[in-house]
């Protein structure tokens, strides 16, 4: 299996710098055994697939509605995403359950409607801080799988993140024993209630100077990085300190 590297941009770049960003990164030689994406603003989508024409990098939305077409104003569908040449989406980042408020009732939609859609959804999952204070990490994302996956079809592909929510944006990276045994765990979940050979991305913190470290834990099977994306030199530095 590759080692997955998808950078999250979040509500960052316009089409212009998005453009400049990945016209430069295709012509950057990354190790054969990376794949790199970037989870794109559905504004600059269009701009990131004429930048990314026949390249081997990969690009995705950070979020979509549940429905192809419709009365939803200002909704992104997951079909547009498709035809403009996303090959993922983000789905349940906690940005979106914790500011948008998405249940995971409406994730679980989502993530049926990602595939449904031609695109590979990559479902993140993780606990607050609050949470793991009061040992309820397994439990919350044991919930969160579950309900993520409920209307998922096991026959197509699938991509999960660990993201603790609170080692996102925050510096706080988890120690490698707390990414290992939540990768461990949901492995086993997936192994056991969906399929073998799903890849689970770690995100939160992760940088140049520890990616090296969490990328050889054999659970780990790639990252989903905001803050260390933006940048073009630190993300290529951090893609070269990866396995
Ligand atoms: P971060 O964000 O790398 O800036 O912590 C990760 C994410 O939100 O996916």
Redesign the pocket.
């Known amino acids: 299996m590759s080692f997955y590297c998808i950078g ?1 941009w ?1 509500m960052h770049k316009t089409p212009q710098e998005a453009k400049t960003f990945l016209q430069t990164q295709k012509l950057k030689s990354t190790p054969k055994t990376i794949l790199v994406g970037f ?1 794109v603003p559905s504004l600059v989508g269009q701009s990131a697939s004429e930048a990314l024409k026949d390249s081997s990098v990969l690009w995705g939305g950070q979020n979509c509605y549940s429905e192809k077409q419709g009365a939803f104003t200002g909704e992104t569908s997951p079909y547009v995403l498709k035809e403009m040449g996303a090959s993922f989406c ?1 789905v349940g ?3 979106r359950r914790q500011v948008f408020l998405e249940t995971d009732e409406m994730i679980g939609n989502k993530v049926k409607a990602v595939q449904d859609n031609g695109m590979t959804p990559l479902l ?1 999952i993780g606990e607050t801080s609050e949470d793991r204070k009061w040992n309820r990490t397994e439990e919350v994302v044991l919930s969160q799988l579950r309900q993520g996956l409920a209307k998922a079809d096991t026959k197509k592909p699938l991509w999960v ?1 660990y ?1 603790p929510v609170w ?5 706080q ?1 988890a120690t490698l024993e707390q990414v290992e045994h939540a990768h461990k765990f949901i492995h086993r979940f997936l192994v056991e209630n969906f399929r073998g050979g799903v890849p689970v991305l770690y ?5 140049p100077d520890n990616a090296g470290a969490i990328s050889k834990l054999e659970s780990v099977n790639g ?7 933006l940048d073009i030199d630190v993300w290529n530095q951090l893609l070269g300190s990866c396995v």
Do not use: P, Y
Request: hydrophobic content about 40%; proline content about 0%.
């Open positions: 999250n979040k989870a983000l980042h906690s940005e993140c993140a993201e080692a996102i944006g925050t510096g990276v995100g939160g913190s992760v940088k990252f989903l990085v905001g803050g260390a994306s």
